[in-house]
């Protein structure tokens, strides 16, 4: 199994504020790496797949980037509606897997 | 534009089942594989299943392997969640999603089980 570990956990940033997420895997795993944001009480939504192509509509501060056993999702200029829980997950082997979650406070 | 709509969960009791079902529109179902994923309370995401385009194929976490099984009806779009044994580790929200090359590009909106005495 892939274990994904994200850092931070929880982070508290002001609006306008550069923040850096990171997903190590326990395994190399090419690029199938994807981003999702999930706003309290609502569904995820994908951000990025395959570890830097972000989805149609998402803004361009959310630049994700790595590729083996590194990824990055940095968000630039935070804006309020950013606070909210990101998770990456991965799709290169059975069983899926997702990362525990980083928080975002703004 | 994808619509998924979950139904079928409650509170139910351990040991006893439950079948949720997932109603697709917007998009072929019969051409995407779907998958179930669930959320307990406060806590992250965590895979269940996954069935391919023509349900020839299925996939289980072991948390639920040999309790749930995933199943699909193309002609009538809807996904399927049975679940048998419940355990009270299994409270949570869950989601179906359409899976697109491994990526979730839709997920549903998530139906509640309670599985509780």
């Known amino acids: 199994e892939i274990v994904l570990t994200q850092s931070p956990e929880f982070q508290s940033v002001t609006p306008k504020e550069k923040v850096t997420i990171t997903c190590r895997a326990s395994?190399?795993?090419?690029?199938?790496l994807h981003w999702y944001q999930q706003k309290p009480g609502r569904s995820p939504v994908l951000l990025m797949k395959y570890a830097s192509q972000s989805m149609p509509g998402v803004p361009s501060r959310f630049v994700g980037r790595g590729s083996g056993t590194d990824f990055t999702l940095t968000i630039n200029g935070l804006e309020p509606e950013d606070a909210a829980v990101y998770y990456c997950h991965q799709s290169s082997n059975f069983p899926i897997t997702f990362g525990q979650g980083t928080r975002l406070e703004i | 534009q994808v619509l998924l709509v979950e139904s079928g969960g409650g509170v139910v009791q351990p040991g006893r089942s439950l079948r949720l079902s997932c109603a697709a529109s917007?998009?072929?179902?019969?051409?995407?594989?779907v998958q179930w994923i669930r959320q307990a309370p406060g806590k992250g995401l965590e895979w269940v299943s996954l069935i391919t385009f023509d349900g020839s194929t299925t996939y289980y976490a072991d948390s639920v392997k040999g309790r749930f099984t995933i199943s699909r009806d193309n002609s009538r779009n809807t996904l399927y969640l049975q679940m048998d044994s419940l355990r009270p580790e299994d409270t949570a929200v869950y989601y179906c999603?359409?899976?697109?090359?491994?990526?979730?590009?839709?997920w549903g909106q998530g139906t509640v089980v309670t599985v509780s005495s």
């Open positions: 395994q190399s795993m090419g690029s199938s």
């Open positions: 917007g998009f072929m179902f019969s051409n995407f594989g």
């Open positions: 999603a359409q899976v697109l090359s491994g990526v979730y590009v839709a």
